[in-house]
């Protein structure tokens, strides 16, 4: 865990110019994943979906109800989920509902690039052929820059207060941290 952090602050340095870009531009944000389908993704062959924030709120087992209809429109991709949180329900719902949506368990978290580069194995497609969709710049999307991955930054992210008050409140703190080193 320790050393993770560690690898977030270094990596995040080392990319602080790409990551106050995602800050400030927003080509390269995303409100919602409700946007995504909107959005033009010119040579892009898959998708790399965080879950929490991105799906639904943070714990949830399963993505938000009106966010299935979106992940239905974006079929034309390959689809990835790359959690932090690998939870075995989350993995067994999209098994079962969703299988053409691949979950993948990476060896190390976010913001280690592991889960990244093992899509673009399975997939075998170059880095340039893939986006990222995250909602924390300091795993997935310093991830994704860091192996020249594409990502989109989500920046309205899903938040259940009434259901998670201290997970929700962490990530809320870590979140602002994050906008206000980089903008
Ligand atoms: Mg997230």
Redesign the pocket.
């Known amino acids: 865990m320790l050393s993770r952090i560690g690898y977030s602050i270094k990596k995040c340095w080392q990319h602080r110019l790409a990551l106050r870009g995602f800050v400030r531009k927003p080509e390269l944000q995303l409100s919602t994943i409700y946007q995504l389908p909107e959005v033009n993704l010119d040579g892009v062959k898959a998708l790399i979906l965080?879950?929490?924030?991105?799906l639904a709120a943070h714990g949830e087992l399963t993505p938000k109800a009106d966010v299935i209809p979106i992940l239905d429109q974006l079929q034309g991709y390959k689809l990835y989920i790359l959690s932090n949180k690998p939870m075995p329900e989350r993995q067994e719902y999209f098994a079962k509902h969703l299988p053409a949506i691949k979950f993948v368990k990476a060896t190390r978290k976010k913001p280690y690039p592991d889960g990244i580069q093992e899509i673009l194995r399975i997939a075998e497609l170059e880095p340039s052929q893939c986006m990222v969709i995250?909602?924390?710049l300091a795993t997935?999307v310093v991830a994704a820059v860091d192996i020249g991955v594409r990502a989109l930054w989500v920046s309205q992210?899903f938040i259940n207060l009434s259901s998670n008050r201290l997970v929700e409140s962490w990530f809320i703190l870590l979140r602002f941290v994050e906008r206000l080193l980089l903008a």
């Open positions: 965080d879950f929490d924030g991105v995250d909602d924390r997935g992210p």
